[in-house]
């Protein structure tokens, strides 16, 4: 069973930026890997993805052009959600999925069989 764990979350001023890791207890080369995000009284969304074989990314339209899914080169099991430009419509849990069933990656969290526990991102203004 394929553990993950998020980091990076915390309060951030509109504008600004943060920086999510998400961290798999095994090789994720065959992976895709989800980002979604929760904000309260709100349905998950998802954030954007990436299949790792190949690297190919895709983001929902309200990120797109903000934020940015990569890989680490050094911790091939890790892999980032940059998030630039936030706004207070940001604000939510975000999670990091993961799934190697799909030959390309899923838009529904419904897909994904794998979980972190989420961390938080506030953005005030």
């Known amino acids: 069973q394929l553990q993950l764990v998020e980091f990076g979350g915390g309060s951030v001023q509109v504008g600004g930026s943060l920086r999510l890791s998400c961290t798999a207890s095994s090789n994720i080369d065959d992976y895709c890997m989800g980002w979604f995000r929760q904000a309260p009284g709100k349905e998950r969304e998802r954030v954007g993805s990436?299949?790792?074989?190949?690297?190919?990314?895709?983001y929902a339209d309200s990120v797109k052009g903000r934020f940015a899914i990569s890989r680490d080169i050094t911790d091939a099991n890790t892999v980032y959600l940059q998030m630039n430009m936030l706004t207070p419509e940001d604000t939510a849990m975000y999670y990091c999925?993961?799934?190697?069933?799909?030959?390309?990656?899923?838009?529904?969290?419904?897909?994904?069989?794998?979980w972190g526990q989420g961390t938080q991102v506030t953005v005030s203004s």
């Open positions: 999925a993961a799934d190697s069933r799909f030959a390309r990656c899923p838009v529904a969290a419904s897909s994904f069989r794998y």
């Open positions: 990436i299949y790792v074989d190949g690297g190919a990314t895709n």
